[in-house]
């Protein structure tokens, strides 16, 4: 590990006045321009006198990092962008640093019988409320034990007809307000004797109401708001004007204090109550108000609805008691929920055509920003107020989480919810917390964000969602959630080429190279296969989604056929003698559909043999050069070939036999999704002929499955990780690795060099020999690639952490891709090699890890040099004042070049 005054770059000690004796050099004798270069020992002797502090060694740094694509030489032009490129980086990484890390997903103890309509936070005790149709509240402790329920009373209604449809804190006044489809508003006392006591009823609204929002005044908390929207598109709000002495007025003395005030609509509208005044407004014409709120620092009723027309309305509270002033923005298909950031002043919508927008509520015409990503209709979006980021969730149960400054994607969570049909969700986000609930009918779900145990770097500004390694340009290749692909320095792990936007807004899912790698696939949420080779231009669009915005899993690129999966039951292929114009469309796959779920991964062994793995578990083999299917992979133990008909759907004719040796009770174990398959290559065949395994499988709850492809059969399955979810792997090419990764960030390496190579007569249960287990990543791991450098084999694992790891195989991580401090993978670390094994020659083995000596090198990349003399100036403004003449003295380098070239874009 580097000192901490190793990790202080030189070009993070200079000063303003170290960079002026810096442009100073490069300046020609009249100061008229800028136009010297200098080659490296000139430079160095020259700016170490000119500087006077740091070392000789430090200068030569600079020089390499400056100088990537080894010219030779450097000018004032190269040396201004690096720097303030890197500041930039680092002001990127400490943004991206702030994403949430979310603890394993809990399911919380069943106690509502239908599904749960709204859920609060009791701030003056830490307790939780959960309200669901049936009328059930749930009372839970800080940290989310049940504590106990209570069956919620409304005298106008029989018990078996009551219905709830919304419920709100009242936080001021220790109240909730619960609505029902009778048209009436209770409010329950939460500090009675009598918990959760009526103390007030609304009755005789003009319609169901079922939208709840309150809102008080933060300085005058006896000023308050009660927001209802209705199924009759009509916002009303309740207005309070002494909420700390009473909401309403109790009719006389001579009344029970205990008893129920029960207040009509029309009283309030007439002004007989003098606490309190109301005002409504219709604009969304007969579509009901999914969400209402009441903007406190706009004096304004925000409300949204399904209709094309008036999605978005702002109705003004002008005067107190006067008309509202409203204003109607109009969004395709409509909206489903609404949020509101103060000190953004800007609204996010939840849209029904699968797009989250920002709106300036001072701006009608079009959205300040539109984030897109979600491939079906967005239904909850909530800001974090501190971090300024966005949740948003979708109906497929995606969950993104949004920069809102730069409008990029960080974060995508997807797969770790419960598979159920249609269901009505509900998203809740405690800020002071950090815990996220869910709610999938009765069903609630809690994700805790982990504390922040330090600065973690991130290589990528959103998740990382694929790696590869390309051998002929000695590169990693990486790509993220917010469409870009960035090429890194192997050797290194310096960054080279950053392609932003590759798919515009849609996200990446996988890549993939061609046998020359020379051409680079990159598959998109938009449907879309694109083909690019490493100056960034695209030779091809692939219209894998036929005109839909699909979400690809997996790309397979084959000497005559490109194979594309991961959102439908059929094998979508494209010829390669079609490849004569830009966009191409998918030819017909002849061997039909016989999974019964979407394919979400695939494995190709030459010649002609290729595996396909379904959402449901099934594994289908296939013949590529006819496409005709072969046999399924069966669980069950009789070893047998499953004989497909070319015209027959294999999913209606034939039953999947359970394993034996399944954990679940019964002997019986619900369908899994097949997440990777992988042939294991080193063994070339020899295996299967006799009975071994040859193809590898995994995918929920942490199995690992060894296949036999000849005889269609299981013949060994362990559990990679306990209590984990869902799992990938990769295997090395030789065969004796497995790594496997789940959504907690650990990584195993197994050895299986002699695991299931030979036959037996029965599923063998038994584990392979573990030879490392460590958490390399805070959150899921995304994708893992084994790579061979230098006659060295490495993993690379991708994570939605942001982070991209380097580890040698099968022993310690090495860093991350982006980090400060840059390693060196060459001739010392095999001499470090050799001498470990001489002093240690029991322990040594093929891959043991060779120390790394770390050399220092920032990163250098950014598409708008412009920003950064931005970010620089402030950052110099903070530190010491002297953003001006920083500012003005690299701005004048600028001016002569930038540092993006025609191969930074993609």
């Not at 005789?204 to 009759?232: F, K, M």
């Not at 209709?307 to 489903?336: C, D, I, N, Y």
């Not at 133990?637 to 497909?644: A, D, G, I, S, T």
Request: with cysteine; charged share 20%; proline share 4%.
């Amino acid at each position: 590990m580097a000192t901490a005054k190793e990790a202080e770059l030189l070009e993070c000690r200079l000063s303003v006045e170290d960079l002026k004796k810096l442009q100073r050099l490069f300046l020609q004798t009249d100061g008229s321009s800028v136009a010297l270069s200098m080659r490296r020992a000139e430079f160095i002797e020259q700016a170490w006198a000119a500087v006077g502090h740091g070392s000789r060694e430090e200068y030569g740094d600079l020089f390499d990092s400056v100088d990537v694509s080894r010219e030779g030489w450097v000018d004032w032009e190269h040396l201004a962008s690096f720097l303030l490129l890197g500041l930039f980086e680092k002001e990127e990484h400490a943004r991206t640093a702030a994403v949430p890390r979310w603890r394993p997903a809990r399911t919380l103890p069943a106690t509502h019988g239908g599904p749960v309509q709204s859920v609060a936070h009791l701030g003056t005790s830490g307790r939780y409320l959960s309200a669901s149709k049936e009328g059930t509240l749930a009372v839970w402790s800080e940290d989310l034990t049940l504590l106990k329920t209570h069956r919620l009373a409304n005298d106008s209604v029989m018990p078996k007809d009551l219905w709830v449809t919304g419920m709100v804190l009242l936080a001021n006044v220790n109240k909730i307000a619960v609505s029902f489809t009778c048209k009436e508003v209770c409010f329950y006392d939460l500090l009675s004797k009598q918990e959760f006591s009526c103390q007030y009823k609304v009755h005789s609204l003009c319609n169901t109401p079922i939208s709840l929002h309150y809102w008080h005044h933060p300085q005058r908390p006896e000023q308050a708001v009660l927001s209802i929207g209705d199924v009759a598109g009509q916002v009303s709000g309740l207005c309070f004007r002494s909420a700390l002495i009473s909401l309403f007025e109790r009719p006389s003395m001579s009344v029970e204090h205990d008893s129920v005030v029960s207040i009509s609509w029309a009283e309030l509208q007439q002004g007989r109550h003098r606490c309190c005044y109301t005002v409504t407004h219709t604009a969304h014409g007969a579509h009901w108000v999914r969400t209402v709120r009441f903007l406190g620092p706009l004096e304004a009723f925000a409300s949204c609805s399904s209709a094309s027309q008036s999605s978005l309305v702002l109705a003004w509270k002008e005067v107190s008691t006067g008309p509202l002033r409203v204003t109607s923005f109009h969004t395709e298909k409509g909206l489903a929920d609404l949020d509101y950031h103060p000190g953004l002043n800007l609204i996010a919508t939840a849209g029904l055509n699968n797009q989250v927008c920002l709106w300036n509520p001072y701006v009608v015409s079009k959205p300040v920003g539109v984030l897109r990503g979600h491939v079906t209709s967005v239904v909850a979006v909530q800001f974090m107020l501190a971090k300024k980021q966005l949740i948003s969730f979708s109906k497929d149960k995606v969950l993104r989480v949004w920069d809102v400054a730069s409008q990029l994607c960080l974060q995508r969570l997807a797969g770790i919810f419960p598979k159920t049909p249609e269901c009505k969700m509900l998203v809740f986000f405690h800020e002071e917390r950090s815990r996220l609930l869910l709610s999938f009918n009765s069903v609630v779900l809690l994700l805790q964000a982990q504390e922040d145990t330090g600065r973690r770097v991130a290589s990528h500004d959103s998740s990382v969602t694929c790696v590869l390694y390309n051998s002929l340009f000695r590169q990693v290749i990486s790509s993220d959630s917010s469409s870009g692909v960035t090429c890194w320095l192997m050797d290194t792990g310096q960054k080279v080429k950053h392609f932003p936007r590759c798919h515009g807004d849609a996200e990446i899912t996988t890549m993939a190279l061609d046998e020359t790698q020379t051409r680079l696939f990159t598959a998109g949420t938009d449907g879309a296969v694109k083909v690019w080779d490493f100056n960034g231009h695209c030779h091809h669009r692939l219209n894998a989604g036929r005109g839909v915005a699909v979400e690809i899993s997996q790309i397979l690129v084959l000497r005559r056929t490109v194979l594309v999966f991961g959102w439908e039951r059929m094998v979508t292929v494209f010829r390669l003698n079609m490849f004569s114009k830009y966009f191409v469309e998918p030819s017909e796959w002849k061997g039909a559909v016989h999974h019964c779920n979407d394919i979400l991964c695939a494995a190709f062994r030459p010649p002609q043999t290729l595996v396909t793995g379904g959402s449901d578990g099934e594994i289908i083999a296939w013949n590529n050069s006819t496409e005709n299917a072969l046999r399924k992979l069966s669980l069950g133990k009789q070893q047998h070939l499953l004989k497909f008909s070319s015209d027959s759907a294999f999913c209606k004719t034939s039953a999947v036999q359970p394993s034996t040796n399944s954990s679940a009770p019964g002997g019986e174990e619900d369908p899994e999704s097949v997440t990777r398959l992988v042939f294991l290559e080193g063994r070339k065949g020899a295996a299967a002929s006799v009975g071994g395994a040859d193809l590898v499988s995994c995918g929920g709850s942490g199995m690992v499955r060894f296949w036999n492809t000849a005889n269609s059969c299981v013949v060994g399955e362990f559990v990679a990780h306990k209590d984990s979810g869902s799992i990938i792997l990769t295997v090395d090419s030789r065969g004796r690795y497995l790594v496997t990764a789940d959504m907690d960030g650990w990584l195993k390496v197994w050895d299986i060099q002699e695991y299931c190579i030979h036959p037996a007569e029965s599923v063998t249960n038994q584990m392979p020999m573990l030879l490392s287990s460590l958490r390399a990543h805070i959150d899921c791991v995304t994708h893992l690639e084994t790579c061979v450098h230098g006659e060295q084999l490495f993993l690379l694992s991708a994570s939605a952490d942001s982070s991209l790891v380097i580890s040698y195989l099968p022993g310690p991580t090495i860093g991350i891709f982006g980090q400060e401090v840059h390693w060196r993978l060459g001739e010392v670390g095999r001499a470090t090699l050799k001498e470990e094994r001489e002093a240690n020659p029991e322990s040594s083995q093929e891959t043991t890890a060779p120390a790394v000596v770390r050399e220092t090198a920032p990163e250098q990349v950014h598409p708008d040099p412009d920003s950064a003399v931005a970010a620089v100036c402030s950052e110099a403004e903070e530190n010491d004042g002297q953003a001006d003449m920083l500012g003005g003295a690299l701005r004048r380098g600028m001016a002569y070049g930038r540092v993006t070239s025609d191969s930074t874009y993609m």
